[in-house]
């Protein structure tokens, strides 16, 4: 019964993570929504990858905590500082994003900082909730990552996703240049308003 625990509590802190993250997108989804413009364009699409970046990244991080010990082993322990730089790096550019949108739109400031203040929260949630649930279970004897995930594994996975990312923004973009039935959007330029 004892062993029990532990995986009811990940159970809960993964379902709560996918309400938070629900919440979170649609959240930011109206309030972006409600503060643009009806012919805001590439600056509301900015701000929609900025809300993303910021609920995402932070889950992806707590994911890997609660699940994997990244002090275990060397290779652990370098995957693990590439994990945050990876996440600071969406984390700043979500910020560059927010902020782009907010100038493009005239939006008010009170959107920047809920949009950085928030994400830094959750960002901090997610580690701590990530290592306690991890430090909760019995420590397991487990192999070296290296041979968990072999390193070739790793790149070819690393070579699909993005792949796969990077044809999505292409084929929706498209599509969203292609649907669009106001001609006066179908530029590549988003300039800001009364250029």
Same mark, same amino acid.
């Given at each position: 019964?004892a062993?029990?625990?532990?995986?009811?509590?990940?159970?809960i802190?993964?379902? @709560?993570?996918?309400?938070? %993250?629900?919440?979170?997108? &649609? *959240?930011?989804?109206? $309030? +972006? /929504?409600t =503060?643009?413009?009806?012919?805001?364009?590439?600056a509301?699409?900015?701000?929609?990858?900025?809300?993303?970046?910021?609920?995402?990244a932070?889950?992806?991080?707590?994911?890997?905590l609660?699940?994997?010990?990244?002090?275990?082993?060397?290779?652990?322990?370098r995957?693990?500082r590439?994990?945050?730089?990876?996440?600071?790096?969406?984390?700043?550019?979500?910020?560059?994003?927010?902020?782009?949108?907010?100038?493009?739109e005239? @939006?008010p400031?009170?959107? %920047?900082?809920?949009?950085? &203040? *928030?994400?830094?929260? $959750? +960002? /901090?949630? =997610?580690?701590?909730?990530?290592?306690?649930?991890?430090?909760?279970?019995?420590?397991?004897?487990?192999?070296?990552v290296?041979?968990?995930?072999?390193?070739?594994e790793?790149?070819?996975?690393?070579?699909?996703?993005?792949?796969?990312?990077?044809?999505t923004?292409?084929?929706?973009?498209?599509a969203?240049?292609?649907?669009?039935?106001?001609?006066?959007?179908?530029?590549?330029?988003?300039?800001?308003r009364?250029?």
């Amino acid at each position: 019964m004892a062993g029990t625990q532990p995986r009811a509590a990940r159970v809960i802190v993964f379902v @709560a993570a996918l309400v938070l %993250v629900l919440l979170l997108t &649609v *959240g930011s989804g109206f $309030l +972006l /929504g409600t =503060s643009s413009s009806k012919s805001s364009g590439g600056a509301l699409l900015m701000g929609v990858a900025a809300g993303a970046g910021f609920t995402v990244a932070p889950v992806v991080l707590g994911s890997w905590l609660a699940f994997w010990n990244p002090h275990q082993s060397t290779g652990s322990q370098r995957i693990y500082r590439r994990l945050w730089v990876s996440v600071l790096a969406v984390e700043v550019v979500s910020a560059a994003l927010i902020i782009g949108y907010a100038a493009l739109e005239g @939006a008010p400031g009170w959107i %920047v900082v809920v949009f950085i &203040v *928030g994400g830094a929260a $959750l +960002l /901090g949630a =997610s580690f701590a909730v990530g290592n306690a649930i991890r430090r909760s279970e019995r420590a397991a004897v487990l192999s070296p990552v290296d041979d968990l995930y072999p390193l070739e594994e790793r790149r070819r996975d690393i070579r699909r996703l993005v792949l796969v990312t990077l044809l999505t923004v292409v084929v929706v973009g498209c599509a969203l240049i292609v649907l669009d039935p106001d001609p006066r959007h179908r530029g590549w330029v988003v300039a800001p308003r009364g250029i």
